[in-house]
């Protein structure tokens, strides 16, 4: 076994502070690390999951999901986020401040975008 591992994504926002509140909200998270210009959330104490950092960017620039020309930021990486009820949390989710692509490429997944313009995803097991 390695003997590194992974423990935080960061994601570069215009407002480190602000994106962390959104996924806080969204995800039940509690802050693990406060700075200036960096927050890192986490799962409750006693809980499994990973951390995600945020990190404010002043010339941070969104992603564009799908890419509809070159030269546009693209994606490089979204969140999938295992959820129990797609539409319900779909709907708390953009009451907390994410907006809904326009494209949704699957029945048992819905693409938003966080309030930094960040794609996640929603994603429901189905039976195969």
Same mark, same amino acid.
């Given at each position: 076994?390695?003997?590194?591992?992974?423990?935080?994504?960061?994601? =570069? +926002?215009?407002?480190?502070? *602000?994106?962390? $509140?959104?996924?806080?909200?969204?995800? $039940?998270?509690?802050?693990? $690390? =406060?700075?200036? &210009?960096?927050?890192?959330?986490?799962?409750?104490?006693?809980?499994?999951?990973?951390?995600?950092?945020? *990190?404010?960017?002043?010339?941070?620039?969104?992603?564009?999901?799908?890419?509809?020309?070159? $030269?546009?930021?693209?994606?490089?990486?979204?969140? &999938?986020?295992?959820? &129990?009820?797609? +539409?319900? *949390?779909?709907?708390? +989710?953009? +009451?907390?401040?994410?907006?809904?692509?326009?494209?949704?490429?699957?029945? &048992?997944?819905?693409?938003?975008? =966080?309030?930094?313009?960040?794609?996640?995803?929603?994603?429901? *097991?189905?039976?195969?």
């Amino acid at each position: 076994m390695s003997p590194t591992r992974l423990s935080t994504v960061v994601l =570069d +926002a215009h407002d480190a502070h *602000e994106l962390a $509140g959104f996924y806080l909200r969204l995800l $039940g998270y509690v802050v693990r $690390g =406060d700075e200036p &210009d960096w927050v890192l959330i986490g799962p409750p104490p006693g809980t499994e999951g990973t951390s995600l950092a945020f *990190e404010t960017e002043p010339e941070y620039v969104p992603p564009v999901w799908p890419t509809r020309k070159p $030269g546009d930021q693209q994606m490089m990486l979204h969140l &999938d986020i295992e959820v &129990d009820d797609l +539409a319900a *949390e779909t709907a708390r +989710a953009v +009451a907390e401040g994410a907006r809904l692509a326009g494209y949704q490429p699957q029945d &048992d997944v819905r693409v938003l975008f =966080d309030p930094a313009g960040h794609p996640f995803c929603l994603w429901v *097991e189905t039976p195969e």
